[in-house]
């Protein structure tokens, strides 16, 4: 496993222990009855992160897409920022299919 891999790796433990965490907040917040829709906003948009990081890490290591998720129709994953993130984290640099003679 190669570095950037390592660093993405990283990178989703670190956001399942702050999902985690968050989760914890809200849940002590609304049994004091104390407004917390802020965090939920919060939490939504870092399980969203999350997720995208995951299909792009699943996806480099191998796995098809059906093995990650199955997704409804109307919760479909962004394909443009998977692809921005499998680019990011790609270890090995793209080679050209076409060598100038």
């Avoid at 009855?33 to 870092?46: H, S, V």
């Avoid at 999350?50 to 109307?74: F, T």
Wanted: glycine share 4%; aromatic share 8%; with cysteine.
């Amino acid at each position: 496993m190669g570095e950037k891999m390592r660093e993405l790796k990283a990178f989703l433990k670190d956001t399942a222990k702050d999902i985690r965490g968050k989760k914890i907040d809200i849940k002590e917040k609304q049994r004091n009855n104390i407004y917390a829709g802020g965090q939920q906003w919060e939490l939504l948009k870092l399980k969203s992160i999350y997720r995208h990081h995951h299909i792009a890490y699943s996806e480099l290591r191998g796995r098809c897409r059906e093995e990650i998720e199955s997704p409804r129709a109307e919760n479909l994953p962004d394909n443009e920022w998977i692809q921005e993130l499998k680019e990011r984290y790609l270890d090995v640099e793209p080679q050209t299919l076409y060598t100038s003679a």
